[in-house]
Structure formats: C-alpha cells, structure tokens
C-alpha cells in the first residue's frame, strides 16, 4: 500500500533525536556473513528498508536469520541452497552486487541479473567485475546477467581506476579467503570499510591498511562466528544537523560519532551555523542568518555525496550564491527542480552542477520523491516551508531512515504518514 506523509511546515523544532546504525555500513557486514559457517550476531540493525530487502535475499538463498532482541539478528549461513539471487530483490538493491565477493570466495560461484538501486545515475558493475577477474573469477556476461565462477581465488595487486566504496568492500571480501596476498591500491576510506574491516579482523581476517587508500589483505582458510555492533549513522547524523540548522532549532543529536562528519563541521563553520560537537554528540544552536559557500562532493575524508542534498536545502536559506559541484553520480541534482518549485532560487549549469541563490522562502506543495537522498532533504525542506506539504513515495525515505517521522514528530514537527 502507498503511503504519504501530509507535512504542515514552520513549526519550531527542540529536543533530543538519536542516531540509528549505519545502513551503508550494516548492509556489508550481513553480506560478509557469508564468509563464514559459523554465527554471527548483528546489532544496532536500523529497521530501514535497504536492511529488510537483503535480508529477504540472503534468506532466499538459504542464510539462517533470526531477530535477535530489539535491534539484533543471528545470522548463520553454513551452506547455500541457490547460488542464482532473486532477481526481483537484486534489481531494488544495488548491494546485492557485493554478494559475489563472498560467495566466490566461499563457494566458487554466482550468478546474478543486473543490480538496481536509487535512480542517480548509471551505476556500472565494471569495477568490482575487473577485481574479480583479478583475482581469479571467469566471467560470462548475457543481456540479462552475470554469471561468475572460481576454481579457487587467488590473491593479486588490484589498481581501482577510479575510487569505488562497495567495489572495494566486495574485493576485500572476496581476498579474505583467498590463496596469497591481495594488495588494492587506490581503495576507498569510508569509515565504514574501516568497520567491516576491524570486524573481518576480530573474526580471523588478516587486512592491514583500511582507511588508507592501500589495503593488504592476507588470504586466511577460515572466518570465525563473532558479535558486530553497527557503528551510527553517520549520513543520518549530518542530515538532522543540518534539519536543525535550516530550521534555526536547537536540536541535540545524540549517539553518533562527529569526528566522521569534519568536513561538515569545516562547512558550518564558514557558513555560520553555531554548534558544539561532544564524543558523541553534537548541539545545533539556532542562528538567525547564514552565509552562502561553494562546496564540491568527495569519496572521504571529502564531503559526501549523501549529505548534498540535505546542504543544498540548507543553502537556499544562506544569502548569497552557492555553487554546488556533485562529483560522483550524475543523477544526484535533478531534484532540485523541486526544490524551486517550493519557491527555492537553483539554477543548473549541467548535470553536476548547480548554482542556489538565497535567501528564498519555501513554500509546501505535494512532493514526489525520487531517490533516498533526495527524499530526506524534500522532507527537511516541507519541514521549513510556510503551508502544506505531501509527500508520496515515502518507501524511498524509509529505505535509510528508520520510521523518520516519529522520530521528528518528537521535536515538534507536524508530520502525519497515511496510507493511500
Ligand atoms: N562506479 C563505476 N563502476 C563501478 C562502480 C562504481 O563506474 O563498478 C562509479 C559510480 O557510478 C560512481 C562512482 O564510481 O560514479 C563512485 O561510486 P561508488 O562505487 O563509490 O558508490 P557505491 O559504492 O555504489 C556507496 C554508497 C552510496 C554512496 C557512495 C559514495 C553503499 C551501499 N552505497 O555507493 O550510498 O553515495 O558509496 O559514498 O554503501 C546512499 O546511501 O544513498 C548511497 C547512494
């Protein structure tokens, strides 16, 4: 059944909200799961889409899962009923693609359909498949899908053309197990790499160099059971501080790790937001004014793609012009005639850049949301505008932010889901 939330916008927002786990980084630790027959329990799990939908998939292929309390899971994959993933699933979440590291790893082969996920963009597979071949996987590719398969990995140097966060975790995956040393150079540095790379090792992985662009890896013969405490969320944690700072609130965010957002906290300086960052929390304080400022999207430590278009909305409220410049997918603006049909100022110069003239007043209107990203900062905007606003497709939102709008319901927002 569709849903809707009905948004009344302007109202003042104060209060405490807690950041969920990391979907980027929960997703990769269920998929590494597969490197090992023994069990592995997973908590601080965000009850988001994303997470539900790979677990349908890891259950249709015969991975044990079950609840575990309030936010865990047991997770037991000791054999594999199909080595072929549901193509249905594999087309809504583009994760699925990190499935073949592992499963060649373990059991020599896979076969998936062409994985989906947000619309931003073309998102190729040519990456993980040039660092699979590397490391000793044959590829058949048809019009409909890949089919993979080993006679055994075998370790190799893999250079990454071009900077590929799930490339990278896939190929880290797939060398745990494999014979020799794996060394990937130009690798990605997210904090979350970093997490499933220091669980890998707890569980008797040999990874030396994540969070460096040089990761070694020294192929093991067995990963062991262990317990993973998802990391928070360090996307959701921008975008409420940015919520806090578009709606000048004084919101304290709680249970998140600020040294992973510096870039952010680099922006807000310069743009004017007051705010206070604790070991784990930070404090927005309301301003009154805010400066404009020209930000380029990164791989980390730069500034993530994730969080611009929350910023974007945060910078129709700067005076001022500011060029945005979105360097890692494509697709990842076109929302922002949305925003200007709110009454925002956007002009787009091309596909990866747009220039926000503020101040502007927004003003509520009906919403569709085209992507995860994009859906959260409509909603931060309809939150900030003067009227009403709807938004459909809130399947997109729930994907990464875990029942959004209780949470802000709790600040003071004016938001109601309704089924159509
Ligand atoms: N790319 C290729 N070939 C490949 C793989 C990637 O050309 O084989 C290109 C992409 O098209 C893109 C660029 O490389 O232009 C970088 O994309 P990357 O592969 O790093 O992105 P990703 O791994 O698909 C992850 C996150 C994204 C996040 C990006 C960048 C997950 C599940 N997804 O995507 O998160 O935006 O890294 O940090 O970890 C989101 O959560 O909304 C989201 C899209």
């Known amino acids: ?52 939908r790979e677990i349908e998939l890891l259950k249709k292929m015969g991975v044990k899962i079950e609840k575990k309390g309030k936010d865990g899971y047991k997770i037991k994959a000791r054999e594999i009923k199909k080595l072929e993933l549901d193509s249905d699933l594999t087309h809504k979440i583009r994760t699925s693609i990190i499935l073949a590291g592992p499963m060649l790893a373990r059991f020599g082969e896979i076969k998936f359909t062409y994985p989906g996920g947000c619309l931003i963009g073309k998102r190729p597979i040519d990456l993980f498949l040039e660092g699979l071949i590397a490391l000793g996987a044959n590829l058949k590719e048809t019009k409909e899908g890949v089919y993979l398969k080993t006679n055994g990995l075998r370790g190799n140097v893999f250079v990454f053309p071009q900077v590929s966060v799930t490339a990278t975790e896939c190929l880290i995956m797939a060398a745990v197990l494999a014979k020799g040393k794996t060394i990937l150079k130009n690798a990605a540095m997210e904090p979350e790499i970093v997490s499933l790379v220091e669980f890998l090792n707890a569980c008797g992985a ?93 791989e980390y430590p730069g500034f993530p793609t994730d969080l611009q278009p929350p910023l974007t909305v945060l910078l129709t409220q700067a005076k001022g012009l500011s060029l945005i410049r979105e360097t890692v997918f494509e697709g990842r603006l076109f929302y922002t005639d949305i925003l200007n049909q709110m009454g925002a100022n956007i002009i787009m110069c091309d596909p990866h850049r747009i220039v926000v003239q503020g101040p502007s007043r927004l003003y509520g209107r009906k919403i569709f949301s085209p992507d995860i990203r994009a859906g959260i900062s409509l909603l931060i905007a309809a939150l900030i ?15 990464g932010y875990e029942r959004i709008e209780e949470r802000i319901k709790k600040l003071g927002a004016d938001i109601k889901r309704v089924s159509d």
């Not at 700072?245 to 992973?260: L, Y």
């Not at 937001?273 to 020209?294: C, E, R, W």
């Not at 505008?385 to 729930?398: L, R, W």
């Open 206 to 298: 040999k990874i030396k160099g994540a969070g460096t662009p040089i990761i070694e890896i020294e192929g093991v013969k067995k990963i062991e059971g262990g317990h993973y405490i998802t990391i928070p969320d360090r996307i959701e944690a921008g975008t409420f501080a940015i919520l806090a700072a578009a709606s000048q609130s004084e919101i304290k965010i709680v249970n998140c790790e600020p040294k992973h957002l510096e870039v952010l906290w680099s922006i807000f300086k310069r743009i004017g937001v007051k705010f206070k960052l604790g070991q784990d929390y930070i404090l927005i304080k309301p301003v009154k004014s805010l400066k404009s400022l020209n930000v380029v999207t990164h």
């Open 385 to 399: 505008a003067q009227g009403k606003s709807v938004i459909e497709n809130v399947e997109q939102i729930d994907r």
């Open 1 to 52: 059944m569709a849903e809707k939330f009905l948004i009344e916008g302007g109202k003042p927002l104060k209060g405490i909200i807690e950041v969920k786990g990391a979907k980027n980084a929960v997703l990769k630790v269920f998929i590494a799961s597969l490197l090992s027959d023994e069990e592995w329990v997973i908590s601080n799990v965000p009850e988001i889409g994303d997470v539900l």
